[in-house]
């Protein structure tokens, strides 16, 4: 299932690819998690698995159970909106204080990005497009220049992947994304804060509805 490389750690490895199974779906939510059997697929030791593990419980991706184990966790309405609205807070934020700072290089970077995205989708390359989706995000969280806000940001985004999977991968999914990047930044050039904020939530108000629609098979939603 899992194959390791000889240039990077092993303890990277295994977590990189723990996380990945998980992010994509292979292991779904409810499934038990065997440290022995995980340690001999991947051909390592039980040690580099268990740390993996614990990383991923505090990430949110699993959960360990007494007299269990460790098991994916479940998609959890409730946590999702709760992440949904910290996530709006946190990047007008971000994206309120890149633009106070806003120099030519971090504009060009944005644009470019978003170049690409639509390159890739064109292309039907959803999967790189969802890295770029990540780094169009993470240009904001750095360009804001506080460092809390970063981490915080990147830990949130490595939340919402877990429940955007289902979606993310849908090319007009992809191409809505696209689209409200563009709004955000038209919002973070003007530099004017409402603007940023209403952007902000117009982008993660449509997350939402696509996890909705893909993830928790809700059909017929009011406006958020």
């Excluded at 969280?141 to 460092?147: P, R, Y």
Aim: hydrophobic share 40%.
């Amino acid at each position: 299932m899992l194959k390791l490389a000889k240039n990077i750690p092993i303890r990277e490895q295994v977590l990189r690819q723990l996380r990945s199974l998980i992010l994509r779906n292979v292991v779904s939510g409810g499934e038990r998690l065997y440290e022995e059997k995980l340690a001999s697929e991947i051909g390592t030791s039980r040690t580099p698995v268990r740390e993996a593990l614990h990383v991923l419980e505090r990430e949110g991706l699993v959960e360990s159970i007494p007299r269990v184990g460790y098991v994916v966790k479940k998609l959890d309405l409730e946590e999702f909106e709760e992440i949904v609205e910290i996530r709006k807070a946190i990047e007008c934020l971000a994206a309120i204080w890149a633009a106070d700072k806003l120099t030519n290089a971090v504009l060009q970077d944005l644009k470019n990005n978003i170049k690409k995205s639509k390159e890739l989708v064109r292309q039907g390359d959803i999967k790189k497009f969802v890295d770029m989706d990540a780094v169009f995000h993470e240009i904001i969280a750095k360009a804001s220049g506080k460092k809390r806000i970063y981490e915080m940001s990147q830990n949130l985004r490595g939340h919402m992947l877990f429940y955007r999977i289902s979606s993310i991968y849908v090319k007009e999914v992809a191409q809505r994304a696209i689209a409200n990047h563009e709004g955000i930044v038209r919002a973070i050039e003007s530099k004017n804060e409402e603007q940023i904020r209403q952007a902000i939530y117009s982008h993660l108000s449509q997350v939402r509805k696509d996890v909705l629609t893909y993830s928790f098979e809700k059909k017929h939603l009011n406006q958020y």
